[in-house]
């Protein structure tokens, strides 16, 4: 395995809710494998562990550049809290990140 990448992203949630009095913003990060583009970990600023797991299940495994349309509705579907467009931005944003990055690559294997 060729050495991992780290990427993360920042996004608003709505004015009131608890990731926003917490933390202002609410943070997504990914592990990724950039041999084949699986997400090795991913971790969000929720304030539940439950929702910490939930949200890393999600993403865990799959592949960032070939299942993104599948992961957002994964998350349209199945993650009904209230950070959920704030997830989706931040993920869209990560996956630009990683997408420039690896167009930049003169060779990714």
Known sequence: MADTLFFSAQTKPAAGLTAEKLYGVLTIAMEIDPEDSRILDA???????VAKTFFSNLLVQK???NDIE???KSIEKRYKG????ALIVGIKKIYRDYVAWRNAQPSVT
């Open 82 to 85: 209230e950070v959920r467009k």
């Open 70 to 72: 599948n992961i957002l």
């Open 63 to 65: 592949n960032l550049l």
């Open 43 to 49: 971790e969000c600023t929720f304030s539940t562990e």
